[in-house]
């Protein structure tokens, strides 16, 4: 693992599964050495499972492949994270154990000092056709200087030692008459409640008033006739995991099929060959 490298760098322990089109200039840390073109590959390694015994092709996709210029590959744990696997690289947290999480395996992390890796290997011909293949990363364009990572999913609050300042209003009403605080408080309550009161009230006026034919903002717009609703593609536009996208594919009813902006009668014509009745204007 490393978190320096915004993208993952494969070594002589990988081999080409496919080529992208794409290349990339990688600077070193020195800015006074010119940049290296490294292109851009799809790439498999061979992991055995100490716990089974059994061999597994890893597959990252969109990483820079360097070959036997670099003896040893870095993975960046937020372009495995961006495609729905979970990877936990805290060894300080007690309540997991670090490695990726896979659907078919969990593989374990060991710390060498500050980094924490695994070992694998190049894999033979045969491991590559009869072994299991496991997608670690997407294989949608990565860029890691535009990509939107996912929200924390967890509220962290900040609880700090309230201080009294001796000149404000407060702290007198907090050392000299806790009942007088009490009232203070109780006030805000009062204004907070007679606020929600007209709130509820403007929106009891409001669901009153009937609405017709309102037009709706669209919230995204495709140039492109047809729909691309993959769940890599979703995964992306939404910012979730892999998982989640593909549960969403699973239970939505529209198919991606496109939705017409209201109303209807003013951007279709009656298909009259296919009518049930006789219009009003053709009866005798």
């Given at each position: 693992?490393?978190?320096?490298?915004?993208?993952?760098?494969?070594?002589?322990n990988f081999?080409?599964?496919?080529?992208?089109?794409?290349?990339?200039d990688?600077?070193?840390?020195?800015?006074?050495?010119?940049?290296?073109?490294?292109p851009?590959?799809?790439?498999?390694?061979?992991?055995?499972?100490?716990?089974?015994g059994?061999?597994?092709?890893?597959?990252?996709?969109?990483?820079?492949?360097?070959?036997?210029?670099?003896?040893h590959?870095?993975?960046?744990?937020?372009?495995v994270?961006?495609?729905?696997?979970?990877?936990?690289?805290?060894?300080?947290?007690?309540t997991?154990?670090?490695?990726?999480?896979?659907?078919?395996?969990?593989?374990?992390?060991?710390?060498?000092g500050?980094?924490?890796?695994?070992?694998?290997?190049?894999?033979?011909?045969?491991e590559?056709?009869?072994?299991?293949?496991?997608?670690?990363?997407s294989?949608?364009?990565?860029?890691?200087?535009?990509?939107?990572?996912?929200?924390?999913?967890?509220?962290?609050?900040v609880?700090?030692?309230?201080?009294?300042?001796?000149?404000?209003?407060?702290?007198?009403?907090?050392?000299?008459?806790?009942?007088?605080?009490?009232?203070?408080e109780?006030?805000?309550?009062?204004?907070?409640?007679?606020d929600?009161?007209?709130?509820?009230?403007q929106?009891?006026?409001?669901?009153n008033?009937?609405?017709?034919?309102?037009?709706?903002?669209?919230?995204?717009?495709?140039?492109?006739?047809h729909?691309?609703?993959t769940?890599e593609?979703?995964s992306?536009?939404?910012?979730?995991?892999?998982?989640?996208?593909?549960?969403?594919?699973?239970?939505t009813?529209?198919?991606?099929?496109?939705?017409?902006?209201?109303?209807?009668?003013?951007?279709?014509?009656?298909?009259?060959?296919?009518?049930?009745?006789?219009?009003?204007?053709?009866?005798?």
């Amino acid at each position: 693992m490393d978190t320096n490298a915004d993208t993952c760098c494969l070594g002589k322990n990988f081999v080409i599964m496919s080529y992208t089109p794409r290349s990339a200039d990688v600077y070193a840390y020195d800015p006074a050495l010119p940049p290296t073109n490294v292109p851009i590959v799809s790439g498999a390694t061979a992991f055995d499972c100490p716990q089974t015994g059994n061999t597994f092709i890893l597959i990252i996709n969109e990483a820079l492949y360097y070959g036997n210029r670099l003896d040893h590959s870095l993975i960046n744990p937020n372009q495995v994270r961006s495609f729905g696997i979970p990877l936990w690289d805290n060894p300080f947290d007690e309540t997991r154990h670090v490695g990726i999480e896979s659907k078919k395996i969990f593989i374990a992390l060991k710390a060498k000092g500050t980094k924490l890796l695994f070992d694998s290997r190049a894999p033979t011909e045969h491991e590559l056709a009869t072994c299991l293949h496991i997608d670690l990363t997407s294989k949608v364009p990565w860029n890691p200087g535009t990509v939107q990572l996912g929200k924390v999913s967890a509220a962290h609050k900040v609880t700090e030692d309230h201080v009294d300042d001796p000149r404000s209003n407060e702290a007198e009403l907090r050392h000299l008459d806790p009942i007088m605080q009490g009232m203070n408080e109780w006030r805000t309550v009062q204004t907070a409640m007679a606020d929600g009161e007209r709130f509820l009230k403007q929106m009891a006026r409001t669901g009153n008033e009937r609405f017709e034919d309102v037009p709706v903002r669209p919230s995204f717009v495709s140039t492109q006739r047809h729909t691309k609703a993959t769940a890599e593609n979703l995964s992306e536009r939404l910012g979730i995991g892999l998982n989640r996208a593909r549960a969403t594919l699973r239970s939505t009813l529209q198919r991606g099929t496109r939705s017409a902006i209201l109303p209807l009668a003013r951007r279709y014509r009656a298909d009259r060959m296919f009518l049930t009745v006789r219009p009003p204007l053709d009866r005798p």
